[in-house]
């Protein structure tokens, strides 16, 4: 065995000072200073630099320069005198550095609360963002280009994280802009301590980020805990995952909450975007902040007035429909009368752009196109392939069979045991056979085995057979690569509709056919 150096065995023995703890520390370094102190006083003494003092003298003075105090103030006097200064000049080190540690330390603990984000957010007309998930990094990029054109727009968020780690997550990932200011609270949103510090009452808006139903319920009650919310009519969002929770989240929102189903919603786009080439590149574009929106907007001067009137009012957008009496008609019918309490849906490029134009009620007549009501499109049918399993697959299959012609068939594969029951319970009246294949969707193999090269649209969901979103999205990404890879090979032409939970996993997929999404 090879002898440890010499310079190993210092370091050695040096950790095993430091592991015995801070007073061992001390008395090594105090051991250290002694030795060097001694080594130069004997160097000095030898050489006869100093005559005029001796050897203990010269041990003496390097001694008290050592610790701060003037060599040649302790060179003066007797022993007893030299003795006496040095007591004093020890204590009155030992006092300042505990007053300077105390204070420092105040200093260092005020810092770190300061950095906590515990502080009251003194702000109003802002945003209120509660709770932490992947999603709000779209939330917040999203706000930040409605609010482009705003002065002075801010967002308050508030997660169970430390700030320091909020603030360093969200620089990686958030774009942000001088318009909109991001402020970041720690705290818990089913606490109305915490809730009363986000100047809640004041807020322009109200985001329940929370991806837990149960989570989302107690975060209502808290909200409403302060009354100022409910007389300031502020308005909350959020979103539901579980159809079971969605009429108890409705009474705990005491009609004062609007509810995202995002159980009905996702899977209604997804069989829409499967079936409609390009409809999802539409409903993108209308639902974020790039491009054209979707508003309501409220007009007094044309209460009274026609669909079509209201119509005819606008240049710089466009009126799509009507919502009255809590429902979303969409081109109602030219003589439907606008009430006090209905709001028009307009499509524009942002709000400030939605003016009611000076044009008179008496304004040109707009020419008729005759259309041919009766003219009859003719559909192919369809073969589609539901790869994976999750708990909107099930909406997806209802709704696709609503709009699948007759003589499509849909062949659902997963590795997912709740689905092969689901599917064996299947009775639709329309004549579309369902078949379903158990395997890994991941094998190339098992891909061409269910001959998805016949396909002509691929619906691949993500697996609820992983709890963690990325294995979730892995999987996924796994079978895109390999149906690509087949489509290429084969010369096929299914298109390819995939869904992934993590917005940075979707930037990972570049879409090759322009019907892919």
């Known amino acids: 065995m090879k002898s440890p150096k010499t310079k190993e065995r210092i370091l050695y023995a040096f950790d095993n000072i430091m592991a015995k703890g801070s007073f061992s520390l001390i008395v090594a370094l105090f051991i250290v200073v002694i030795l060097t102190i001694l080594a130069f006083s004997i160097f000095i003494w030898s050489i006869g630099s100093n005559p005029n003092l001796g050897f203990f003298d010269q041990l003496w003075v390097y001694f008290n320069s ?3 105090r003037d ?3 302790a060179a003066v006097g007797t022993w007893t005198y030299r003795f006496t200064s040095f007591l004093v000049g020890i204590i009155a080190i030992f006092f300042s550095s505990i007053v300077i540690g105390s204070i420092a330390n105040s200093i260092s603990l005020k810092i770190s609360k300061l950095q906590e984000g515990k502080s009251k957010v003194i702000e109003s007309n802002h945003t209120v963002i509660l709770g932490w998930s992947e999603s ?4 917040i990029n999203e706000i930040i280009q409605a609010n482009q054109n705003q ?3 801010c967002i308050v968020v508030l997660g169970e994280k430390s700030n320091q780690e909020m603030h360093a997550e969200s620089f990686r990932k958030i774009n942000f802009d001088k318009t909109t200011r991001v402020i970041f609270r720690s705290g818990s949103s089913t606490s109305p301590d915490d809730l009363i510090k986000l100047s809640i009452s004041n807020a322009k808006s109200i985001i329940i980020n929370i991806d837990d139903d149960i989570e989302v319920v107690k975060t209502m009650l808290a909200i409403f805990k302060n009354k100022s919310v409910k007389k300031n009519n502020i308005p909350i969002a959020c979103k539901i995952s579980d159809s079971k929770n969605l009429a108890v989240a409705k009474i705990a929102g005491e009609g004062l909450v609007k509810f995202l189903p995002t159980f009905n919603f996702i899977g209604r786009i997804d069989a829409q975007a499967c079936l409609q080439p390009g409809i999802a590149e539409v409903l993108l574009d209308l639902l974020d902040f790039s491009g054209s929106e979707i508003y309501f907007h409220y007009e007094e001067s044309l209460v009274g007035k026609t669909y079509r009137e209201a119509m005819l009012s606008y240049q710089t957008c466009c009126v799509v429909g009507i919502f009255k009496n809590g429902k979303v008609m969409i081109n109602p019918g030219d003589k439907t009368f606008i009430d006090s309490e209905d709001r028009l849906i307009v499509v524009a490029i942002d709000d400030d752009l939605i003016r009611k134009s000076n044009i008179p009620d008496d304004s040109g007549s707009v020419s008729k196109i005759n259309i041919k009501k009766d003219r009859q499109i003719s559909e192919e049918p369809r073969n589609l392939h539901l790869l994976g399993w999750n708990d909107a697959a099930t909406i997806i299959l209802d709704d696709l069979v609503g709009y699948l012609p007759d003589g499509s068939e849909i062949n659902i594969s997963n590795g997912s045991k709740i689905s092969e029951k689901y599917v064996g319970n299947l009775d639709y009246k329309k004549n579309i056979p369902i078949r379903y294949r158990r395997g ?7 891909l ?6 016949n396909a002509t649209n691929v619906l691949l969901l993500r697996s609820s057979l992983f709890d963690d979103h990325e294995k979730a999205d ?13 489509r290429k090979q084969n010369e096929a032409n299914f298109t390819i509709l995939s869904e992934v939970l993590n917005s940075a996993n979707a930037d990972l997929i570049s879409v090759e056919k322009s019907d892919d999404f």
């Open 448 to 453: 061409e085995s269910i001959k998805i090269t």
């Open 66 to 68: 050592g610790i701060g």
């Open 151 to 153: 002065q002075s727009g």
């Open 71 to 73: 060599a040649e103030l």
């Open 474 to 486: 892995a999987a996924t990404l796994f079978t895109l690569i390999n149906l690509r890879e087949i």
């Open 440 to 446: 890994d969707i991941r094998e190339r193999k098992f």
């Open 136 to 139: 709000l990094y779209i939330l």
